[in-house]
């Protein structure tokens, strides 16, 4: 994580002092790209406050209590919603608590199975009203049809910003839900391979998910191998997972 990402993240999370806080927002005014990572970092903000994603944290809640006995990588984190960067990590406990459980726990389960309990279809797509949008406009866009999960539309204006990372993430996700399982497998190793900013972890995660819910078992038992052996935030669900498919 570099030295002004880290700023940004203790910002949003209120772990600046006084002095701190000055130094944010002096970089802030003389820079221009710190002052635009800020604003993306804001709008995720406002997506996890979006009511459904706080309806996520009931489900989540929910199936904490009825199943962490069985399955210990349930335990959800405390701050859930606390700060931005928790969004993927709302969404990754999400498919542990619903998909993937249901895989690990019902070893017969198919992939059409899970497809049919866990899959909602995108709403009908939108078409890009000016070609001509700069990055902020297209982001603000894009999270506002995420936030309606109209992922098809939402991906439209994620791709119209090109390589920016925190695109690149989201636009995975959305590839998630409409099961287009390759291209956000694309996504989110190109994140990955960056490995200078704050979604190397969720990605990596995500790409085990998706090799679970391909039925790629060699290649999701190397994928959270890989995680469980580093200190990533992860590192324990991932072991968890191999003791069920190794």
């Known amino acids: 994580m570099t030295n002004k990402n880290q700023l940004i993240e203790q910002f949003l999370d209120g772990e600046l002092k006084s002095k701190g806080i000055q130094l944010f927002l002096q970089q802030k005014e003389k820079d ?14 406002n997506a996890i406050q979006d009511k459904e994603f706080i309806e996520f944290s009931n489900i989540l809640d929910d199936k904490r209590k009825r199943f962490t006995k069985k399955s210990p990588y349930l335990m959800a984190r405390k701050e859930v919603l606390k700060s931005w960067h ?18 690990l726990s019902n070893k017969s389960a198919s992939t059409d199975k899970l497809v049919a309990k866990y899959y909602k279809p995108a709403h009908p797509g939108m078409q890009v009203r000016s070609a001509k949008m700069n990055t902020e406009e297209s982001m603000k866009e894009a999270f506002s049809l ?7 539309s939402a991906l439209i204006y994620f791709n119209t910003i090109g390589n920016q990372i925190t695109a690149k993430f989201y636009s995975g996700i959305c590839y998630i839900e409409l099961g287009e399982y390759d291209k956000a497998v694309k996504s989110f190793n190109y994140i990955v391979e960056d490995n200078d900013n704050l979604f190397v972890e969720q990605s990596e995660w995500y790409v085990g998910i998706i090799h679970l819910m391909n039925n790629k078992n060699d290649e999701a038992i190397a994928q959270f191998k890989k995680i469980s052996a580093s200190n990533s935030y992860y590192a324990e ?5 191999l003791s069920y498919i190794n």
């Open 237 to 241: 669900q991932a072991k968890d997972i």
């Open 146 to 152: 995420y936030r309606e999960n109209k992922f098809e």
């Open 86 to 103: 928790l969004a993927a990590a709302s969404f990754s406990l999400v498919v542990v608590a619903g998909g993937l459980w249901y895989i």
């Open 32 to 45: 221009l790209e710190f002052a635009d990572e800020y604003f993306l970092r804001m709008e995720i903000n």
